[in-house]
């Protein structure tokens, strides 16, 4: 029963979406929520107050709260879209499917926003019902435009066995998701005089490498994160939307990257809470030559042959790099390095880590949270990649079913003690959160790791007769 349950969803079908969408219900209903400090109302006097709000005027206090409410239901229409419509091919019935959508998303934006009159900690306002209907109607029409080309796209993606192949798709995903990821949360503007205000208040920088940093380490960690976000663009300008057994030209795929490492960073001056830095084209365009770089030399058919010939030199080459690569986020989540041991500040630090999930993200920006996760989940990728290539699949399939769960317990153990260490630490912030998020791309590394690095080929451990 449970693996023909996790077959159906691997195999991106309704009950794939289906579980999408009860999981996003769910994470939106614990991101309105959080910090659950309820207070008993009376119904009666619940229902008075949101008919004051819903028959209220509309007030937008924050530009960037109302795209993020817009963001966060997109998902959600398209997720129940998919569950109502995939593999199904009758336009009569998409658009009553689509209205059933559009319908429930207006409910359970209603709902939600119902549901937090009863936490204080939370402000309840028309604006972020209507922004949350509406962004329910874009998934659903987003589905409507997209949805089945997609679902055919991820359903080879999944299914892809040729390691060219697939790798093109990884780092076509990776260059879709990140190019988005730096527009949000799409608090966009056209008008001169609000540009003009973002350029007087220092978010417009032309002058390269004159943000003011908190210190000369800070400065650093951002110049090496953003060589490192941007190198799986270079390496895509090579190798993605190139004929089989082929790729692009360094200088060719440099100039790709660069353009769109370009056009990232204009589209930031447009984005109202988003810092539009030539310095970030600068280090953009290092991170992208890196990555023409790697992709060229590791896709020679030398290389590869070499590294098909010997996948022990890769796991060792693992193994190696696993605890630098450690190092480096603890060294990047421990500075500035001012460890203390007393009584209140440990006592502090550990309120802190076993405190609710999310809310820390709560207590910041939107804007905050969203680079924050981000963040943490692109620091644990290299991780899992690496513990992937460390100890490579078994030759039985209950071998590399044990793997997966080892590697994904010892990953999470790793980055709690990460989250651990900075219990001493009075300038840090630790949240088992953090890990739960690394956990993320730490998982998303390891199945990288299994697609892309040689393997034995796995045998059923059931013996057949002779």
């Not at 008008?191 to 003011?212: V, W």
């Not at 793997?403 to 088992?432: N, S």
Request: with cysteine; net charge positive; hydrophobic share 55%.
């Amino acid at each position: 029963m449970t693996s023909r349950l996790l077959s159906a969803i691997a195999h991106w079908g309704r009950v794939t979406y289906a579980v999408l969408a009860l999981l996003y219900a769910l994470f939106v209903v614990y991101g309105s929520l959080v910090p659950f400090d309820f207070e008993r109302l009376h119904p009666a006097e619940a229902v008075s107050l949101f008919r004051d709000v819903v028959s209220g005027p509309v007030r937008i206090d924050s530009r960037t709260d109302l795209a993020v409410n817009f963001l966060l239901f997109i998902p959600f229409g398209y997720f129940l879209m998919a569950t109502l419509r995939t593999d199904a091919r009758s336009r009569a019935v998409d658009a009553v499917a689509a209205v059933v959508t559009m319908a429930v998303g207006v409910v359970f934006a209603f709902s939600i926003e119902f549901a937090q009159l009863f936490f204080p900690s939370r402000v309840v306002a028309l604006s972020d019902m209507l922004a949350e209907s509406v962004g329910g109607v874009a998934g659903t029409v987003a589905w409507l435009a997209v949805g089945r080309e997609l679902t055919t796209w991820l359903r080879g993606f999944s299914g892809e066995r040729e390691r060219p192949a697939l790798l093109q798709r990884v780092l076509l995903l990776y260059s879709a998701l990140f190019v988005a990821s730096q527009t949000m949360p799409l608090d966009l503007t056209v008008s001169l005089g609000e540009l003009a205000h973002k350029y007087r208040r220092g978010a417009i920088i032309l002058r390269p490498f004159s943000f003011a940093h908190a210190s000369w380490s800070a400065a650093m960690w951002d110049y090496v994160g953003d060589i490192a976000l941007n190198a799986p663009l270079g390496a895509a300008a090579v190798l993605a939307w190139t004929t089989p057994g082929r790729r692009r030209h360094p200088l060719k795929a440099f100039a790709l990257a660069v353009s769109v490492v370009g056009l990232i960073e204009f589209g930031q001056v447009f984005v109202m809470s988003r810092y539009a830095d030539v310095t970030d084209v600068i280090t953009g365009s290092v991170g992208a030559a890196l990555g023409v770089v790697v992709a060229s030399v590791l896709s020679s058919r030398p290389v590869l042959v070499h590294v098909g010939r010997r996948p022990e030199r890769l796991a060792l080459l693992g193994r190696l790099l696993t605890p630098v690569w450690l190092g480096i986020m603890a060294a990047y989540h421990w500075a500035p390095y001012n460890f203390s041991i007393t009584p209140a500040q440990v006592t502090e630090g550990m309120h802190r880590l076993l405190q609710i999930p999310f809310v820390s993200y709560y207590l910041g920006t939107e804007f905050n949270a969203f680079t924050e996760m981000a963040r943490k989940s692109a620091l644990a990728l290299p991780l899992g990649i690496l513990l992937g290539a460390a100890w490579p699949v078994a030759s039985t399939v209950t071998g590399a079913r044990l793997r997966r769960v080892a590697l994904a317990l010892f990953g999470f153990a790793l980055l709690c003690g990460i989250e651990v260490g900075q219990v001493f630490l009075p300038t840090r912030y630790p949240d088992l959160t953090d890990a739960c998020i690394g956990e993320v791309g730490l998982l998303m590394g390891v199945w990288i790791a299994g697609m892309l690095t040689p393997q034995r080929s796995q045998k059923s451990e059931v013996r057949t007769q002779n």
